[in-house]
């Protein structure tokens, strides 16, 4: 139950921070009229729509295997040892992607795109973002392989349908805490961010990419790792 719980716990979390542009989009909404109440409407929108989308997952887990296979190899052939040094593989790679971003985005000459949509979402209002949020997760949830292959292993563990819906609920909770974060440093400072708004913008956007790279990295490098030091591995299921 602990594995599924922080394997779950993982992959909402980086599904959540691999999709960078949802929380600029959240950013550039407190720029708005009423930034509170707007941001806050995205964030239910997106959240709410997403945890819809995973109960009728959850009911048709049978076709989103059938699409999860679609992209994702199957490695059920392959031995431990070959299949831990493709991660680590993965997890290197990753981890050296991080720092390349920031270094391309730093020395790039090209304007920042975050202010002509700052001026484009600054008359939206509470019902436009939750809409916005709501279309955002539905259009989404058919690619978003975390979150499909969370569903397929809550689905499959030995749980009755009220202990799936609470999985899929804290699937769901982490997936909204990279948004809450930067929601709740404004509440608290507002003052302070409001004038330098677009410079925030700007610089959590590459945070937040190399966060995800190379966090995800190391964690699959050190998975990998543990594995061959111990042959027990982080997570006692592999990823794929």
Same mark, same amino acid.
């Given at each position: 139950?602990?594995?599924?719980?922080?394997?779950?716990?993982?992959? =909402?979390?980086?599904?959540?921070?691999?999709?960078?542009?949802? /929380?600029?989009?959240?950013?550039?909404?407190?720029?708005?009229?009423?930034?509170?109440?707007?941001?806050?409407?995205? /964030?239910?929108?997106?959240?709410?729509?997403?945890?819809?989308?995973?109960?009728?997952?959850?009911?048709?887990?049978?076709?989103?295997?059938?699409?999860?296979?679609?992209?994702?190899?199957?490695?059920?052939?392959?031995?431990?040892?070959?299949?831990?040094?493709?991660?680590?593989?993965?997890?290197?790679?990753?981890?050296?992607?991080?720092? !390349?971003?920031?270094?391309?985005?730093?020395?790039? &000459?090209?304007?920042?795109?975050?202010?002509?949509?700052?001026?484009?979402?600054?008359?939206?209002?509470?019902?436009?973002?939750?809409? !916005?949020?709501?279309?955002?997760? =539905?259009?989404?949830?058919?690619?978003?392989?975390?979150?499909?292959?969370?569903?397929?292993?809550?689905?499959?563990?030995?749980?009755? /349908?009220?202990?799936?819906?609470?999985?899929?609920?804290?699937?769901?909770?982490?997936?909204?805490?990279?948004?809450?974060?930067?929601?709740?440093?404004?509440?608290?400072?507002?003052?302070?961010?409001?004038?330098?708004?677009?410079?925030?913008?700007?610089?959590?956007?590459?945070?937040?990419?190399?966060?995800?790279?190379?966090?995800?990295?190391?964690?699959?490098?050190?998975?990998?790792? =543990?594995?061959?030091?111990?042959? &027990?591995?982080?997570?006692?299921?592999?990823?794929?």
């Amino acid at each position: 139950m602990l594995d599924l719980t922080l394997f779950v716990s993982g992959s =909402a979390l980086f599904d959540s921070v691999s999709t960078t542009q949802q /929380i600029i989009f959240l950013i550039l909404l407190f720029s708005t009229e009423r930034p509170i109440r707007t941001s806050l409407g995205f /964030i239910v929108g997106v959240t709410g729509a997403y945890f819809l989308c995973g109960l009728v997952g959850l009911a048709f887990v049978d076709k989103l295997n059938d699409m999860l296979k679609m992209f994702l190899p199957n490695l059920d052939g392959y031995s431990d040892s070959t299949y831990y040094q493709a991660q680590a593989l993965m997890g290197v790679a990753l981890t050296v992607a991080g720092p !390349l971003y920031w270094r391309y985005k730093v020395k790039s &000459k090209k304007p920042p795109v975050e202010n002509t949509l700052m001026t484009l979402v600054k008359n939206m209002n509470f019902w436009v973002a939750l809409g !916005l949020g709501a279309f955002l997760s =539905a259009t989404s949830f058919p690619g978003a392989l975390p979150y499909v292959g969370a569903i397929e292993k809550i689905h499959s563990a030995p749980l009755g /349908i009220h202990a799936q819906w609470a999985f899929l609920l804290l699937y769901n909770l982490m997936y909204a805490v990279p948004l809450l974060v930067p929601f709740l440093l404004f509440v608290i400072l507002k003052d302070a961010i409001l004038p330098k708004l677009h410079l925030h913008v700007q610089r959590l956007n590459l945070i937040v990419m190399l966060v995800m790279l190379s966090g995800m990295g190391l964690f699959l490098l050190t998975d990998s790792v =543990a594995f061959f030091l111990g042959a &027990k591995p982080l997570m006692q299921t592999r990823f794929l």
